[in-house]
């Protein structure tokens, strides 16, 4: 058998010791043509554009900057 990392008397201690947070309400999420028609919206309407005239992904902080 595999080492383990650290005492087993400490597992589990980051997830104890962070604050609970109650989930919020949320919409329910659109589905089948309307999701396409927001992927749509998403992908080819708003298209944000970087420097050199290059898409910028989803996951850029591009327009904090």
Do not use: C, I, W
Request: hydrophobic share 25%; proline share 6%; aromatic share 4%.
């Amino acid at each position: 058998m595999g080492k383990v990392h650290g005492s087993l008397a400490r597992a589990g201690k980051v997830k104890n010791q962070t604050p609970k947070v109650e989930k919020q309400e949320s919409r329910p999420k659109v589905t089948g043509r309307a999701y396409k028609r927001m992927l749509y919206n998403r992908r080819f309407k708003n298209v944000v554009t970087g420097p050199g005239g290059r898409r910028v992904g989803p996951n850029s902080n591009a327009d904090k900057a």
